[in-house]
């Protein structure tokens, strides 16, 4: 990928996340919420945020 730059940053983006619109939320969200949940989870502890 692209590394991007501004004055004083550089940065590299290697993740592509997408959020369903309202009216979809609940057909996508009560299906798969516990994986959804887990996989950010787990995004976070690697990136330490």
């Not at 590394?3 to 550089?10: D, E, M, Q, V």
Request: glycine share 2%.
């Amino acid at each position: 990928m692209d590394k991007n730059s501004l004055a004083h940053t550089t940065w590299e983006c290697k993740y592509h996340i997408v959020f369903a619109p309202k009216f979809r939320r609940k057909i996508i969200y009560q299906k798969i919420r516990a994986d959804i949940a887990h996989i950010l989870s787990e995004l976070c502890k690697r990136k330490g945020v």
